[in-house]
């Protein structure tokens, strides 16, 4: 989507399309499992459980950490990664809102 036709769209509709353009990809979704399970990481310990290498896995991260969902630190000379637990609460949010909703209004197959 073009930067014009964000300007469309509200500041929440905006930060939800990023969210899921963000977990668009099966890689990101194994990262984001794989930090649940273990709370913290460095970049170094997700391409030992992934099969890409560690420049593809860095491209992931960054990714995953423009669009919020996961928080970066710098230990020494390597970055600790971790969830960051308010994104993933507004996406929560935006879900429950949908399965309300449905559940409220749409009780009836078309």
Known sequence: MGATNTANFSKKQNDIAAIMKALAHPARVAIIEYLLRIDTCICGDIVNVLPLAQPTVSQ???????????????EGNAICYCINEKVFVKM???????????????????
Not at 60 to 74: D, F, M, Q, R, Y
């Open 60 to 74: 992931h991260l960054k990714e995953l950490k423009n669009a919020g969902l996961i928080k970066g630190t710098i």
């Open 92 to 110: 929560q949010q935006f879900f429950e809102t949908i399965s309300h909703q449905i559940n409220q209004k749409y009780n009836h197959c078309c």
